[in-house]
């Protein structure tokens, strides 16, 4: 079994700057991808940002203010975010896609809460 937990939400005033961390524990092998999702009220969750042996992939709206990392480990994920406006105000989850045989399992941290607000 696999855990996620999340940290280093909170609020911040446009301009600011968070980093979110995510911890890892369990059977992490054959990992797929790693990223970070968020999700405000009413809404799909989207994806902010994910990193695989491929690259670094980003959504628009983030490309240049957001950059996704992990450990060499593997076990920890990172997002460090810079120059934050309100409209990023979310709940931040990780997610970590695991190769389970010949299936890729997502699997989710419990959300952290980012708020951006003067």
């Known amino acids: 079994q696999v855990q996620l937990v999340e940290s280093g939400g909170g609020l911040v005033q446009p301009g600011g700057s968070l980093r979110l961390s995510c911890a890892a524990s369990?059977?992490?092998?054959?990992?797929?991808?790693m990223g970070w999702y968020r999700q405000t009220p009413g809404q799909e969750r989207d994806l902010v940002a994910t990193?695989?042996?491929?690259?670094?992939n980003y959504a628009d709206s983030v490309k240049g203010r957001f950059t996704i990392s992990r450990d060499n480990a593997g076990n920890t994920l990172y997002l460090q975010m810079t120059s934050l406006k309100p409209e990023d105000t979310a709940v931040y989850f990780c997610n970590f896609r695991l190769w389970v045989g010949t299936n890729r399992v997502d699997y989710w941290g419990q959300g952290t809460q980012v708020t951006v607000s003067s």
């Open positions: 369990g059977s992490i092998s054959r990992i797929n991808s």
């Open positions: 990193i695989s042996g491929g690259g670094t």
